[in-house]
């Protein structure tokens, strides 16, 4: 069975201040879940890409004698660690608890609580699933 669509999910957050006085509001992130079979695709992809960048640092003088190594021994580790990853945060919007303005979530790795800066402001944003 094969699935071009990728399964993702919106969810409601809360956005909470980290620094100063406290102060929450609601965002929406959407969480893009994986599949058995995408997450070894993904094992398998970026297990390969840290096996490229070994071989490319072999270019590099004196350097490859640590590079090639650790990045060709960390290639599996790589490749499990994306292979497990059952979602991943695509990204979300929201208002930022610091300055009201609109707040941008990034993409990033879960599980939540993701802590974000906001780029108006500066201020640290708590990011979680709202309770
Ligand atoms: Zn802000």
Known sequence: MKEDTPEIHQFSV???TLDGPKN????????????????AIRGIKYGGLCL?????????????FILVPLTALASP???????RQKSVLVGGIGDCPVCSKGFLITKSIIPFP???????????????FKV
Do not use: M, W
Not at 114 to 128: I, L, N, Y
């Open 14 to 16: 809360s956005l909470s």
């Open 24 to 39: 929450e509001t609601i965002g929406r992130v959407r969480i893009q879940y994986f599949s058995n079979h995408e997450r």
């Open 52 to 64: 490229l960048l070994a071989a490319g640092f072999i270019l590099i003088p004196l350097l490859h």
């Open 77 to 83: 580790f790589v490749g499990v660690l994306f292979s």
């Open 114 to 128: 993701v802590t974000q800066t906001c780029k108006s402001c500066s201020g640290r944003v708590r990011v979680d």
